[in-house]
């Protein structure tokens, strides 16, 4: 006797738009691996959708530019991370860990090398461009307004203040950096490491520097890392 199989039921308009309402309803909250709030998760694993179109590449970095009051860094992980979902917490860890490595600004390398890897020259140029778009025209403007209200005091306080929000920020988005490797003893103490060596031990950058990335490839090698 031949058992017949059931044809498999069409989706139906009805079905693929509770399809497209379940993703959409993807949680957004802090994973079980300790990473960053904001991410969105589904079925234990970060969501990623990289930008579609050199537009939205463009109008992504250029809202990171937009943000970067006393530094670029955490406005970078709050775009590509929390907001655009982008990037996993893990992935811009590694990238911005290997462009911090690279001569000039890491986030500016960052745009660079992402762009690159989504859409080949033209995204490494149009994020390059979108990231330092609005603060190159800011940065002539509060140049000339500086020059003319440098002596009065209410300047002197808002600078003081805005340098004070800005290590704040700094430290934020430091903590946000390693969790995602935090668990990994070898990573911990190599951050340790270079912590002290160049905040306490007031050792040069580029000493620093090498030594870390040998001992962090040598660990990696190890899959200790």
Same mark, same amino acid.
């Given at each position: 006797?031949?058992?017949?199989?059931?044809?498999?039921?069409? =989706? &139906?308009?009805?079905?693929?738009? #509770?399809?497209?309402?379940? +993703?959409?309803?993807?949680?957004?909250?802090? !994973?079980?691996?300790?990473?960053?709030?904001?991410?969105?998760w589904? %079925? !234990?694993?970060?969501? &990623?959708?990289?930008?579609?179109?050199?537009? =939205?590449?463009?109008? %992504?970095?250029?809202? /990171? %530019?937009?943000?970067?009051?006393?530094?670029?860094?955490?406005?970078?992980?709050?775009?590509?991370?929390?907001?655009?979902?982008?990037?996993?917490? =893990?992935?811009?860890? =590694?990238?911005?860990?290997?462009?911090? +490595?690279?001569?000039?600004?890491?986030?500016?390398?960052a745009?660079?090398?992402?762009?690159?890897?989504?859409?080949?020259?033209? *995204?490494?140029?149009?994020?390059?461009? %979108?990231?330092?778009?609005?603060?190159?025209? #800011?940065?002539l403007?509060?140049?000339?307004?500086? &020059?003319? #209200?440098?002596?009065?005091?209410?300047?002197?306080?808002?600078?003081? *203040?805005?340098g +004070?929000?800005?290590?704040?920020?700094?430290?934020?988005?430091?903590?946000?950096?390693?969790?995602?490797?935090?668990?990994k003893?070898?990573?911990? +103490?190599?951050?340790?490491?270079?912590?002290?060596?160049?905040?306490?031990?007031? /050792?040069?950058?580029?000493?620093?520097?090498?030594?870390?990335?040998? /001992?962090?490839?040598?660990?990696?090698?190890?899959?200790?890392?």
């Amino acid at each position: 006797m031949v058992m017949s199989h059931p044809k498999q039921r069409r =989706e &139906t308009t009805v079905d693929r738009r #509770w399809r497209r309402h379940r +993703a959409s309803k993807a949680v957004t909250a802090t !994973g079980e691996n300790g990473s960053t709030r904001g991410v969105k998760w589904e %079925g !234990g694993a970060p969501i &990623t959708t990289p930008p579609r179109s050199l537009a =939205e590449l463009f109008l %992504g970095f250029l809202s /990171v %530019g937009a943000r970067s009051f006393g530094g670029v860094l955490p406005a970078a992980h709050y775009v590509m991370v929390e907001r655009r979902h982008w990037l996993t917490p =893990e992935d811009f860890t =590694e990238t911005i860990g290997l462009c911090q +490595a690279l001569p000039g600004p890491n986030v500016g390398n960052a745009a660079i090398v992402l762009g690159k890897r989504w859409f080949g020259l033209s *995204g490494a140029l149009v994020a390059f461009l %979108g990231l330092f778009a609005l603060p190159y025209l #800011w940065v002539l403007a509060l140049a000339l307004v500086y &020059t003319h #209200w440098a002596t009065r005091p209410l300047v002197s306080a808002v600078v003081t *203040g805005v340098g +004070a929000s800005a290590a704040g920020l700094l430290v934020a988005t430091a903590v946000k950096l390693g969790r995602p490797i935090a668990r990994k003893p070898a990573a911990v +103490a190599l951050m340790a490491g270079c912590f002290v060596a160049v905040a306490i031990g007031r /050792v040069p950058l580029p000493i620093v520097m090498p030594i870390a990335l040998s /001992v962090g490839i040598a660990l990696s090698r190890g899959r200790l890392l």
